[in-house]
T-cell receptor
Framework: SQTIHQWPATLVQPVGSPLSLECTVE??????LYWYRQAAGRGLQLLFY??????ISSEVPQNLSASRPQDRQFILSSKKLLLSDSGFYLC????????????FGPGTRLTVL | DQQVKQNSPSLSVQEGRISILNCDYT??????FLWYKKYPAEGPTFLIS?????DKNEDGRFTVFLNKSAKHLSLHIVPSQPGDSAVYFC?????????????FGQGTRLTINP
């Protein structure tokens, strides 16, 4: 069965500090990978997605970047965090295809102070 | 431009009765629709989905209805149980550049009262 991991689970960072969140998937090959953010009281907003190693598509201009160094690893980064980067970050995966279900990881709660 | 809308931020239902959560969308290119359940500080859990070629899909206590002409879908939970209390998100999907991209509604907080 497929499993998706995210770490850390919670993170408190000062404004201007760097960020690195990691997501890994087990039990599947060549998944499509996604990063979402849920701001307080809001729905989920798609930030980045990747259909393969080294391929990143960005959905919204922002202070964040993503990378996919390995098939089942997806990293969300920032060089300098802003207060507005606070939120709940979720990684998701599918096995690809036109009709497929995205499965989510447990999430990382980021608080920028 | 909010392509997927859940107009009810909250819903309260008595245990044993039917819960009906609604969702509207604007983009006719969406071809796959999903419902997720989310508890605080956890990732969303997939509940049920429906393809645009169908108008109903049932899985146990959960049934999703799709009305393409009205661009409306709904999730029925019957009978409702206390463990169903959570935030429910509907999502609509369109395939773009080899990746399925989901657009989520804002969520509806469902509370089941004993």
């Amino acid at each position: 069965s497929q499993t998706i991991h995210q770490w850390p689970a919670t993170l408190v960072q000062p404004v201007g500090s760097p960020l690195s969140l990691e997501c890994t998937v087990e039990g599947t090959s060549n998944p499509n990978l996604y990063w979402y953010r849920q701001a307080a009281g809001r729905g989920l907003q798609l930030l980045f997605y990747s259909v393969g190693i080294g391929q990143i598509s960005s959905e919204v201009p922002q202070n964040l970047s993503a990378s996919r160094p390995q098939d089942r690893q997806f990293i969300l980064s920032s060089k300098k965090l802003l207060l507005s980067d606070s939120g709940f970050y979720l990684c998701a995966h599918t096995s690809g295809g036109a009709v497929d279900t995205q499965y989510f990881g447990p999430g990382t709660r980021l608080t920028v102070l | 431009d909010q392509q997927v809308k859940q107009n009810s931020p909250s819903l309260s239902v008595q245990e044993g009765r039917i819960s009906i959560l609604n969702c509207d969308y604007t983009n006719s290119m969406f071809d796959y629709f999903l419902w997720y359940k989310k508890y605080p500080a956890e990732g969303p859990t997939f509940l049920i989905s429906i393809s645009s070629i169908k108008d109903k899909n049932e899985d146990g206590r959960f049934t999703v209805f799709l009305n393409k002409s009205a661009k409306h879908l709904s999730l029925h939970i019957v009978p409702s149980q206390p463990g169903d209390s959570a935030v429910y998100f509907c999502a609509a999907s369109a395939l773009n550049q080899g990746a399925q991209k989901l657009v989520f509604g804002q969520g509806t907080r469902l509370t089941i009262n004993p």
